[in-house]
């Protein structure tokens, strides 16, 4: 694992949209694996300008998100995949089709989540993928216990996930849904290369534990010391309890 301290958000955002850059110059038809929440912001920023001023494309890639929300109707804005198409898809050149979510494939819940693992490896499998932290270190819906053997699975948000979230659906908890699918921690593992970011003081626990903690579910994210390739990507603030 290797560890980047960078000042700002935007100096990781070109961090990370160089080891983007520098796949899709190698790999037009490479894998990309993408985040939803706040943290990957800046880098889909840097992304669209290097499309716009520098030519960067996806025109031959594929992408598939991390996770979704199960129950909400396609177009619902609080979607992860109308927040991909938002802030990353409507300002570069992916074909038609090349971003898929777990939960757009044609499959009942349970059987989504092996459906999901399918198209994964049928695409090749992931050749990067972008990752936020949770502050309690969970790595996208896997939240703390969750198994470090977990694929994609449909789970149940938790109370204070939901209660966390409801700012996004007016406030009322009742409209955020139940349940979730998401790639699991050894879905992630399967990536040929994580790159973590994290932001803010509010993460120095979690980036920690991520880091030099011992491997434990109580803190998802340390499953990524078992990667062969992952980069952390944290600003000062974040790297904070690092030794
Ligand atoms: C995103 C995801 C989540 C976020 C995490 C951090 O697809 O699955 O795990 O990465 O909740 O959220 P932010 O970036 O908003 O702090």
Redo the contacts with the bound molecule.
């Keep these: 694992m290797e560890v980047v301290v960078v000042e700002t958000p935007e100096e990781a955002a070109r961090v990370v949209a160089d080891a983007y850059t520098a796949l899709l110059r190698r790999t037009p038809a490479a894998v990309l694996g993408?985040?939803?929440?706040?943290?990957?912001l800046p880098v889909y920023r840097e992304l669209a300008r290097r499309h716009r001023e520098e030519g960067l494309s996806f025109s031959a890639a594929r992408a598939f998100?991390?996770?979704e929300y199960v129950g909400l109707p396609p177009g619902h804005p609080e979607r992860?995949r109308e927040f991909i198409r938002a802030e990353l898809e409507r300002h570069v050149d992916f074909a038609p089709g090349a971003i898929v979510g777990p939960g757009d494939l044609d499959a009942a819940p349970l059987d989504a989540g092996p459906a999901y693992e399918r198209a994964i490896r049928d695409a090749g499998g992931i050749d990067l993928q972008i990752?936020?932290?949770?502050?309690d270190g969970?790595?996208?819906?896997?939240m703390p216990m969750s198994s470090l053997a977990s694929r994609t699975r449909v789970k149940t948000l938790t109370t204070r996930t939901r209660q966390d979230n409801a700012r996004f659906f007016a406030g009322d908890i009742e409209q955020v849904p139940t349940h979730c699918l998401?790639q699991g921690l050894a879905t992630i593992l399967d990536s040929r290369h994580a790159v973590m970011?994290g932001f803010g003081r509010g993460?120095a626990q979690a980036v920690r534990e991520a880091v030099e903690g011992p491997l434990s579910s109580r803190w998802p994210a340390s499953v990524l010391q078992l990667h062969p390739h992952a980069t952390v990507v944290v600003d000062e603030d974040a790297a904070g309890q690092l030794a």
């Design positions: 993408l985040a939803t929440g706040s943290t990957p998100l991390l996770d992860y990752l936020g932290i949770g502050s969970h790595l996208a819906f896997n998401t970011l993460k």
